[in-house]
């Protein structure tokens, strides 16, 4: 089904959001480099092949081959995914999730509500991203810490909206 032009326009639109979002943030310069490992080939080829314009590319490639590469070297580039931060802990003897720094947490709320639009289109509510993260809230490997943080966030999202939300972040120092 994929079409190149079709992927470089959802991942740029996607991108260009996230940098207004991180501007509200008050992580700009972050937002700025966002996503940029998207455009190799390593990435870009396989989205562009497994396109489909209302879904994540790397979903169609894992049901394929049961796995991403794409969303593979994705995660181990870009660190406002939790994936990044994940780590053998010695004393458990068990992969853990890593308590992530907050400006990572800021632009993994940016990047999921984004996502959420471009995904969504016309059916997007600022329930949307929160209804997203608790679907798979059980089966993911993230730090309890950043967990609670971004679904804190997400839920302020869904009760209070955009602004305050935004505002809250930009004024978040620690957590």
Request: net charge positive.
């Amino acid at each position: 089904m994929g079409s190149a032009l079709g992927h470089f326009r959802t991942i740029t639109r996607h991108r260009h959001m996230v940098i207004r979002y991180c501007k509200k943030a008050g992580i700009l310069w972050q937002g700025l480099f966002h996503d940029l490992s998207k455009y190799s080939p390593t990435e870009f080829i396989p989205g562009a092949r497994y396109y489909q314009g209302s879904r994540s590319p790397n979903e169609a490639e894992r049901e394929i081959y049961g796995y991403s590469k794409a969303w593979l070297h994705h995660k181990g580039r870009n660190r406002h995914h939790f994936e990044y931060w994940t780590d053998y802990n010695p004393k458990t003897r068990r992969m853990e999730g890593v308590k992530m720094p907050l400006r990572y947490v800021k632009e993994m709320f940016c990047d999921r509500v984004a996502a959420s639009k471009i995904y969504m289109g016309d059916k997007y509510t600022d329930d949307a991203p929160l209804a997203y993260f608790m679907k798979a809230k059980k089966t993911r490997m993230i730090n309890s810490e950043t967990s609670d943080l971004l679904e804190s966030l997400l839920r302020m999202l869904s009760e209070k909206g955009e602004d305050e939300t935004f505002r809250y972040i930009r004024e978040l120092k620690d957590y």
